[in-house]
């Protein structure tokens, strides 16, 4: 076995759940129903059942901390720790770093991405090995414009070389910490605050069907996607 997957190396998971669901028309995204169980569960189970990951973190608001707890009891969740969220996605991914314990590795994931597979866990780890930094991410389909603050055209881009991020994001535990704790501007992945310290990331891929559930839209194609997993 690799050495970055050897379960000597302990391996953590944030799983970032802590966001303020406003462009979900009123649902709390995380405990929406998804073909027979709530969505946050979907990456949870597979963090718990994964046997590279030793430590879970699950960073939720205050209003669902309770919640929160009512379904680590009733899914027995082992691993599983709780924390409460900061303001911004950064501070509550710097919050789960405070309560992991003796990890080598982190990985950080959204906790609306609920299609998280073992294989992209482990995949991730072993891109991780030469950088301490590795992220999920598909090459683009579409073409991508670049505009101005006017919605004009200044620029078509390249489109073999962009690529769509994901989550998980895997990183080695000390990199991933003094990013954060040295973070002093608003980033929208953990990536790039480890991209400010100089430390190359690498990419590796995806899935087009790793959704992440941002609107209520995105929920149903959520049902479609997990339906067709059955």
Not at 7 to 26: E, F, H, L, T
Not at 47 to 59: D, G, Y
Not at 134 to 142: E, L, S
Request: proline share 3%; glycine share 6%; hydrophobic share 45%.
């Amino acid at each position: 076995m690799n050495k970055m997957v050897d379960k000597k190396s302990k391996v953590g998971a944030i799983i970032v759940a802590a966001g303020s669901n406003q462009r979900m028309s009123g649902i709390n995204k995380n405990f929406a129903p998804l073909v027979g169980k709530p969505l946050l569960a979907w990456s949870v189970d597979t963090c718990q059942k994964c046997s590279l990951v030793q430590q879970i973190v699950i960073v939720l608001s205050k209003k669902d901390m309770d919640e929160g707890q009512g379904l680590r009891e009733e899914r027995d969740w082992a691993k599983v720790t709780l924390c409460l969220g900061g303001a911004r996605r950064q501070d509550s991914v710097k919050e789960g770093l405070h309560q992991l314990r003796d990890c080598a590795w982190v990985m950080i994931h959204d906790g609306a991405r609920p299609f998280l597979t073992e294989d992209l866990i482990e995949d991730g780890l072993k891109a991780a090995e030469k950088t301490g930094a590795a992220i999920a991410a598909v090459p683009v389909k579409d073409t991508i414009k670049l505009a101005n603050d006017k919605r004009l055209v200044e620029e078509t881009l390249q489109r073999d070389r962009l690529w769509a991020v994901q989550t998980p994001q895997i990183f080695c535990y000390d990199i991933i910490n003094e990013a954060y704790e040295k973070l002093m501007v608003e980033v929208t992945d953990d990536a790039a605050a480890v991209e400010r310290l100089g430390h190359k990331v690498k990419l590796y891929m995806g899935a087009y069907d790793n959704i992440k559930v941002t609107i209520p839209d995105d929920l149903a194609l959520a049902g479609i996607i997990a339906r067709g997993m059955l």
